[in-house]
């Protein structure tokens, strides 16, 4: 590699010749300051054999033009020497970086994708490499690569989809979540003033001019609203971070970026998942006289669940139900049982697979977790209950005949095909309401398996495996609450154990008269009538 230099010229012109003098002008020689430094550095010739030099010009002092040759030469020499192909590459990123009067990039970042064998001079943005990474996610489940892209399409591109990959950084990602939280405050101004117009005309009469010119302008306002909206929660955030975690990851391992995972390192708003609470008298009224649920999450107490069996006793889903209620499957898993997966002799169901649901199409897919692949056994009702369900499938096959649709599903319409998911959760709520019973999700009766069985005391263990968990951490977080009132009841039961010969009251309002008569003194006669206060008091 042939050494370059530097020198001093200026743009003056020879008046006789009418050219510049460039490094000859005589005022070079009288004054420091006349002129400018350029950098001149010879480069390996192109593939055609063409002579190529770096020359940049106009630093104002030597030093600045010195580091500048410094800057040349490093990245010229990080090919071997017998390493031709290697050379020209380098030479190629500084002509480019020439022609387009771009900065020389960093001598690390050039190094490391060079021992890579990474292209030189990729500008590659993190929109790019997103959509590089999701198409190589060829072994994700279809719902979990459908959450990736409305991470990426609806968050990620649109905040920091244009930067480069290499040049993200922790303060991005602060300015990203921070602008999605401002966005969710504005949606629940919105939310709540289109709330506040919708309770104004379901109260205005219809009755009356006025009334219905009031009601018309109320319509038209609720027609300019934006529509109701879901604000960003911080489970999502975690989300979406834990999304572009996970492509870094990727890029990182494949030297695509430097080692440093900015994600890793962003900070956000603490978010809790909700605990399930049972719905108790306190609850139910608070319910009623505000419209609020104590809890997203809130499961029946026994008494409820059985009222709300026996209210559907008759329905065509009736097993369904039971089938949650009881043994705590997932939506998708009850509606995707099998004829197949049912074991007479054993008594049991094999939860092999589920329907899913992908915005209102359904697929098959296998459960959500591995651990979700687990045998669940059935108590000798729901079994003989399985046997009659089979016997009127066989009914209903006759009378539909060519119609009847052999899905093999244990559950499914009139006709033998599918049930939705969607749908069955639509006519779960509908009963719920005509059974007069507190609001739950259907999922909530999953919840609800899960609270008999703690109540029941069955060990916390068979309780994550019938559910499916994957640890029995995950059905302590979501059950705290449960466990908590569970642990309440043991200590009353600690305490009934030891016998005593006076209790103390255990309500405010419980007289606290002793549990054996007082014995009058020897120095007193006994008193007639009741004891005053301070007598019961001591």
């Given at each position: 590699?042939?050494?370059?230099?530097?020198?001093?010229?200026?743009?003056?012109?020879?008046?006789?010749t009418?050219?510049?003098?460039?490094a000859?002008?005589?005022?070079?020689?009288s004054?420091?300051?006349h002129?400018?430094?350029?950098?001149?550095?010879?480069l390996?010739p192109?593939?055609?054999?063409r002579?190529?030099?770096?020359?940049?010009?106009g630093f104002?002092?030597?030093?600045?033009?010195?580091e500048?040759?410094?800057?040349?030469?490093?990245?010229?020499?990080l090919p071997?020497?017998?390493?031709?192909?290697?050379?020209?590459?380098?030479?190629?990123?500084?002509?480019?970086?020439?022609n387009?009067?771009?900065?020389?990039?960093?001598?690390d970042?050039?190094?490391?994708?060079?021992?890579a064998?990474q292209?030189?001079?990729?500008?590659?943005t993190?929109?790019?490499?997103?959509?590089?990474?999701?198409?190589?996610?060829?072994?994700?489940?279809?719902?979990?690569?459908?959450?990736?892209?409305?991470?990426i399409r609806?968050h990620?591109?649109?905040?920091l989809?244009?930067?480069?990959?290499?040049?993200?950084?922790?303060?991005h990602?602060?300015a990203?979540?921070?602008?999605?939280?401002e966005?969710?405050?504005?949606?629940?101004?919105?939310?709540?003033?289109?709330?506040?117009?919708r309770?104004?005309l379901a109260?205005t009469?219809f009755?009356?001019?006025?009334?219905?010119a009031?009601?018309?302008?109320?319509?038209?306002?609720?027609?300019?609203?934006?529509?109701?909206?879901?604000?960003?929660g911080?489970n999502?955030?975690?989300?979406?971070?834990d999304?572009?975690?996970?492509?870094?990851?990727?890029?990182?391992a494949?030297?695509?970026?430097?080692?440093?995972?900015?994600?890793?390192h962003?900070?956000?708003?603490?978010?809790?998942?909700?605990?399930?609470?049972?719905?108790?008298?306190?609850?139910?009224e608070h319910?009623?006289?505000?419209?609020q649920?104590?809890?997203?999450?809130?499961v029946?107490t026994p008494?409820?669940?059985?009222?709300?069996?026996?209210?559907?006793?008759?329905?065509?889903?009736?097993l369904l139900?039971?089938?949650i209620?009881?043994?705590?499957?997932?939506r998708?898993?009850?509606?995707?049982?099998?004829?197949?997966d049912?074991?007479?002799a054993?008594?049991s169901?094999?939860i092999?697979t589920q329907?899913?649901?992908?915005?209102?199409?359904i697929?098959?897919?296998?459960?959500?977790?591995?651990?979700?692949?687990r045998?669940?056994?059935?108590?000798?009702?729901?079994?003989q209950?399985?046997?009659?369900?089979?016997?009127r499938?066989?009914?209903?096959?006759?009378?539909?005949?060519?119609?009847?649709?052999?899905?093999?599903?244990?559950?499914t319409?009139?006709?033998?095909s599918?049930?939705h998911?969607?749908?069955?959760?639509?006519?779960?709520?509908r009963?719920?309401?005509?059974?007069?019973?507190?609001p739950?999700?259907?999922?909530?009766?999953?919840?609800?398996?899960?609270?008999l069985?703690?109540?029941?005391?069955?060990?916390?263990?068979?309780?994550?495996?019938?559910?499916?968990?994957s640890?029995?951490?995950?059905?302590?977080?979501?059950y705290?609450?449960?466990?908590?009132?569970l642990?309440?009841?043991?200590a009353?039961k600690v305490?009934?154990?030891?016998?005593r010969?006076?209790?103390?009251?255990?309500?405010?309002n419980?007289?606290?008269?002793?549990?054996?008569?007082?014995?009058?003194?020897?120095?007193?006669?006994?008193r007639?009538?009741?004891e005053?206060?301070?007598?019961?008091?001591?």
């Open positions: 590699m042939k050494n370059g230099s530097i020198s001093r010229r200026c743009r003056c012109t020879d008046p006789a009418g050219k510049d003098y460039g000859a002008c005589p005022k070079l020689k004054s420091r300051r002129g400018t430094w350029t950098v001149f550095q010879e390996e192109g593939q055609d054999g002579r190529r030099r770096f020359r940049r010009g104002d002092t030597a030093a600045r033009a010195q500048e040759l410094d800057k040349v030469r490093a990245l010229l020499a071997e020497e017998d390493d031709a192909w290697g050379r020209t590459q380098i030479s190629d990123l500084i002509e480019n970086c020439l387009t009067k771009a900065r020389l990039p960093g001598y970042e050039t190094r490391r994708r060079f021992q064998g292209p030189l001079g990729s500008k590659t993190l929109a790019e490499w997103l959509d590089t990474w999701l198409a190589g996610r060829k072994r994700l489940r279809r719902s979990g690569a459908a959450r990736y892209e409305c991470d609806i990620l591109k649109p905040h989809g244009h930067l480069r990959l290499d040049k993200l950084r922790v303060h990602l602060d990203m979540f921070d602008a999605i939280n966005h969710n405050i504005e949606i629940q101004e919105q939310n709540a003033q289109r709330r506040a117009v309770d104004e109260a009469p009755k009356g001019a006025e009334n219905r009031r009601r018309k302008w109320l319509t038209a306002q609720l027609d300019a609203m934006p529509p109701f909206r879901r604000i960003t911080p999502t955030q975690k989300h979406i971070r999304t572009l975690r996970a492509a870094l990851n990727v890029a990182i494949q030297q695509v970026m430097p080692n440093f995972n900015p994600a890793a962003a900070e956000l708003l603490p978010g809790t998942k909700p605990k399930a609470l049972v719905w108790t008298d306190e609850r139910i319910w009623q006289q505000t419209g649920r104590p809890s997203p999450v809130m029946w008494q409820q669940t059985g009222h709300f069996l026996d209210f559907v006793a008759e329905d065509r889903l009736h139900w039971r089938l209620a009881f043994r705590g499957l997932r998708g898993e009850a509606c995707g049982l099998r004829w197949v049912h074991s007479v054993a008594q169901l094999t092999a329907l899913v649901q992908d915005g209102w199409e697929y098959e897919g296998a459960p959500k977790t591995d651990h979700g692949v045998i669940v056994a059935l108590d000798d009702e729901t079994a209950l399985l046997l009659g369900l089979k016997a499938h066989a009914r209903e096959r006759l009378i539909w005949g060519d119609g009847w649709q052999h899905t093999g599903r244990i559950f319409q009139e006709d033998g599918l049930l998911p969607g749908k069955v959760s639509d006519l779960f709520e009963r719920v309401a005509a059974a007069g019973l507190p739950i999700r259907l999922h909530d009766l999953r919840h609800v398996a899960a609270t069985m703690l109540s029941a005391d069955i060990d916390i263990k068979v309780v994550s495996e019938t559910l499916g968990h640890d029995t951490r995950i059905t302590r977080d979501i705290q609450a449960v466990l908590d009132d642990a309440r009841d043991a009353e305490v009934q154990l030891v016998p010969a006076r209790r103390h009251p255990t309500r405010a419980d007289s606290a008269t002793p549990t054996l008569p007082r014995q009058p003194s020897r120095l007193s006669s006994p007639q009538g009741p005053t206060d301070a007598e019961r008091s001591a």
